[in-house]
């Protein structure tokens, strides 16, 4: 088997063994446990606690002691092994922290995979421009796979998803034995500082006002990116409280809905080169938050009838937003600063972004859609209003009974009822990331030179 191939491989599984949870995984807490949804924010915000220092931290071992390539076996394991046990947790605070741990064993591996992936290319004297794309797109396919088999299996809302990611983690693990050793570079006589050794030294960055800036506006994009991944699977599925999409193939495959989020993030990767070398860093960055605006606008408006059409355009501009972001962002993050710092730098990128990025929007939008976006029904009649249906809709009826509620003769609920306003919340969203455009498009100040690399003043 050749190299790339197996690096190939090695790419499809690691983002397969995230995607066969990351979409769904709101409709095992929400409709499964029906736990609420400022506990289920901090369970994204679990990837921005591991982001934070994780990564650096499995770097400096893979840098100094242990192979990249066996390091990433032993974290696999460990992660599937956490996987394994998800399922059977029926507290929201121990599933808290066992997806902690679960994070702390994934999140090294994003770095590792392409760590691994270049060291075993320039190893082969590849081309590193020429040959690691395609092979990284597969990781992306990996993802949409995992999307797809979830939903076609019915184990979007149950826990089958995590024995799925599990089963795949330890097959992942397994599979790292065929990869080419990575050893560590052995650094003995450079006695460099802690400030150095952690990747620190590129907060100096931050004494720049345009960087400063930039990673600061990182930050709050990387926020809009977990709105999406959260929410975006449960609020398809969530159609099925109305009678009148019931029936709707939106509904029955909503992950699959969803996963044209990540085939058009394929392509547009492809037209990145074009966009940054004519219109420059910051043109392609407002691109890329005016598309933010369209992906919630249009989820705002949409439904599985009438209003398929912008739900399926919400998911075509999702490649354009995740893309001209987080490339673009990194390319000019390397073009921006010195060979010395270079890597720091783009593990300071990812830190505002995956980091403090994820935490901040997973915690604050779990908190604001509880709090102002839950509509708490008392009884039949008023569900009935919102769901716009008859209050004596057999399909009513039942959706309530599945909730375990019962209805008295004066078509009282026993207990509340809470279901989420979800127009507002796309609103709110869309309304969050046209202020982030705006605020950007004043404040950040960059000429664009053709002739001149990307971060050139």
């Given at each position: 088997?050749s190299?790339k191939?197996?690096?190939?491989?090695?790419?499809?599984?690691?983002f397969?063994?995230?995607?066969?949870?990351?979409?769904?995984?709101?409709?095992?807490?929400?409709?499964?446990?029906q736990?609420?949804?400022?506990?289920f924010?901090?369970?994204?915000?679990?990837?921005g606690f591991?982001?934070?220092f994780?990564?650096t931290?499995?770097?400096?071992?893979?840098?100094?002691?242990?192979?990249?390539?066996?390091?990433?076996?032993?974290?696999?394991?460990?992660?599937?092994?956490?996987?394994f046990?998800?399922?059977?947790?029926?507290?929201?605070?121990t599933?808290f922290?066992?997806m902690?741990l679960?994070?702390?064993?994934?999140?090294?591996?994003?770095?590792?995979?392409?760590?691994?992936?270049y060291?075993?290319l320039?190893?082969?004297?590849?081309?590193?421009v020429?040959?690691f794309?395609?092979?990284?797109?597969w990781g992306?396919?990996?993802?949409?796979a995992a999307?797809?088999?979830?939903n076609?299996t019915?184990?979007?809302?149950?826990?089958?998803?995590?024995?799925?990611?599990?089963?795949s983690?330890?097959?992942?693990?397994l599979?790292s034995?065929?990869?080419p050793?990575c050893?560590?570079?052995?650094?003995?006589?450079?006695?460099?500082?802690?400030?150095?050794?952690?990747?620190?030294?590129?907060?100096?960055?931050?004494?720049?006002?345009k960087?400063?800036?930039?990673f600061i506006?990182?930050?709050?994009?990387?926020?809009?990116?977990?709105?999406?991944?959260?929410?975006?699977?449960?609020?398809?599925?969530?159609?099925?409280?109305f009678?009148?999409?019931?029936?709707?193939?939106?509904?029955?495959?909503?992950?699959i809905?969803?996963?044209i989020?990540q085939?058009s993030e394929?392509?547009?990767?492809?037209?990145?080169?074009?966009?940054l070398?004519?219109?420059?860093?910051?043109?392609v960055?407002?691109?890329?938050m005016?598309?933010?605006?369209?992906?919630?606008?249009?989820?705002?408006?949409?439904?599985?009838?009438?209003?398929?059409?912008?739900?399926i355009?919400?998911c075509?501009?999702?490649g354009?937003?995740?893309d001209?972001f987080?490339i673009?962002?990194?390319?000019?993050?390397?073009?921006?600063?010195s060979?010395?710092?270079?890597?720091?730098a783009?593990?300071?990128?990812?830190?505002?972004?995956?980091?403090?990025g994820?935490?901040?929007?997973?915690?604050v939008?779990g908190?604001?859609?509880?709090?102002?976006?839950?509509?708490?029904?008392?009884?039949?009649?008023?569900?009935?209003?919102?769901?716009?249906?008859?209050?004596n809709?057999?399909?009513?009826?039942?959706?309530?009974?599945?909730?375990g509620?019962?209805i008295?003769e004066?078509?009282?609920?026993?207990?509340?009822?809470?279901?989420?306003?979800?127009?507002?919340?796309?609103?709110?969203?869309?309304?969050y990331t046209?202020?982030?455009?705006?605020?950007?498009?004043?404040?950040f100040?960059?000429k664009?030179d053709?002739?001149?690399?990307?971060g050139?003043?």
């Amino acid at each position: 088997m050749s190299i790339k191939l197996r690096l190939t491989i090695m790419n499809f599984l690691q983002f397969f063994v995230w995607g066969a949870w990351l979409i769904t995984i709101a409709n095992y807490w929400f409709g499964t446990k029906q736990w609420d949804g400022t506990q289920f924010g901090a369970i994204f915000a679990t990837m921005g606690f591991a982001s934070l220092f994780m990564p650096t931290l499995m770097g400096i071992i893979a840098d100094r002691w242990v192979n990249a390539e066996k390091l990433y076996l032993v974290l696999h394991l460990l992660y599937a092994a956490v996987l394994f046990y998800l399922p059977q947790i029926n507290d929201p605070v121990t599933f808290f922290y066992a997806m902690l741990l679960a994070m702390c064993f994934y999140m090294p591996t994003l770095a590792l995979s392409n760590s691994i992936a270049y060291t075993v290319l320039t190893q082969g004297k590849y081309d590193l421009v020429k040959a690691f794309p395609p092979i990284r797109v597969w990781g992306t396919i990996g993802f949409i796979a995992a999307m797809w088999i979830v939903n076609l299996t019915g184990s979007k809302a149950t826990g089958m998803q995590f024995y799925i990611a599990g089963a795949s983690a330890v097959g992942l693990g397994l599979f790292s034995f065929s990869i080419p050793k990575c050893p560590p570079r052995n650094i003995k006589s450079e006695q460099s500082s802690l400030v150095r050794t952690l990747g620190l030294e590129a907060f100096k960055l931050f004494g720049n006002y345009k960087m400063a800036l930039f990673f600061i506006f990182s930050m709050f994009l990387g926020a809009a990116l977990q709105l999406t991944n959260a929410y975006g699977d449960v609020f398809l599925d969530e159609f099925k409280f109305f009678p009148k999409y019931t029936n709707s193939f939106v509904i029955k495959y909503s992950t699959i809905i969803m996963s044209i989020s990540q085939i058009s993030e394929t392509l547009f990767i492809l037209a990145i080169p074009f966009f940054l070398k004519r219109f420059g860093i910051k043109k392609v960055m407002l691109i890329s938050m005016f598309a933010w605006v369209l992906r919630f606008g249009l989820f705002a408006y949409g439904d599985p009838s009438s209003g398929l059409w912008m739900i399926i355009l919400s998911c075509i501009v999702y490649g354009m937003a995740f893309d001209f972001f987080n490339i673009s962002g990194s390319l000019f993050v390397e073009t921006s600063t010195s060979s010395q710092i270079r890597s720091s730098a783009q593990g300071l990128f990812m830190m505002m972004t995956n980091g403090f990025g994820a935490v901040f929007g997973s915690l604050v939008s779990g908190l604001i859609i509880d709090k102002y976006f839950s509509i708490s029904f008392t009884n039949v009649k008023q569900l009935a209003s919102f769901l716009d249906t008859d209050v004596n809709n057999s399909q009513l009826v039942n959706f309530v009974k599945e909730r375990g509620l019962s209805i008295s003769e004066n078509g009282l609920f026993d207990t509340n009822l809470i279901l989420k306003d979800w127009h507002h919340i796309w609103l709110t969203f869309s309304l969050y990331t046209l202020v982030l455009a705006v605020l950007f498009a004043i404040l950040f100040k960059h000429k664009h030179d053709k002739s001149m690399p990307l971060g050139a003043k």
